[in-house]
């Protein structure tokens, strides 16, 4: 799970400690995008009319997103 974490950190995604209401997937997502966190968070309610799984998906990104300032584990051989 730590190469998960660290794959989605170097690619600048991240969970922000300040920001965010839940978990800060909408507020990482939208820093990675550069657009403000309110529209993330309308087009998250959008999707959640719409067939699909916007849970599942939210929950997902939820674990495999990295908190703020997250360092991966040094791996001993």
């Given amino acids: 799970m730590d190469g998960v974490r660290e794959a989605f950190a170097r ?21 990675r995008l550069g657009i403000d966190a309110w529209i ?3 087009a998250l309610l ?3 009319v719409l067939p699909g799984s916007p ?3 939210y929950a997902i990104l939820w674990i495999c997103m990295p908190p703020q ?3 991966a584990p040094v791996r001993t051989p």
């Fill in 69 to 71: 300032g997250w360092v």
């Fill in 40 to 42: 993330v968070r309308i």
């Fill in 11 to 31: 690619a600048g995604l991240s969970r922000p400690y300040t920001g965010r209401w839940l978990a800060g997937v909408c507020a990482g997502v939208a820093a």
């Fill in 55 to 57: 849970f599942l998906i």
């Fill in 46 to 48: 959008v999707l959640l």
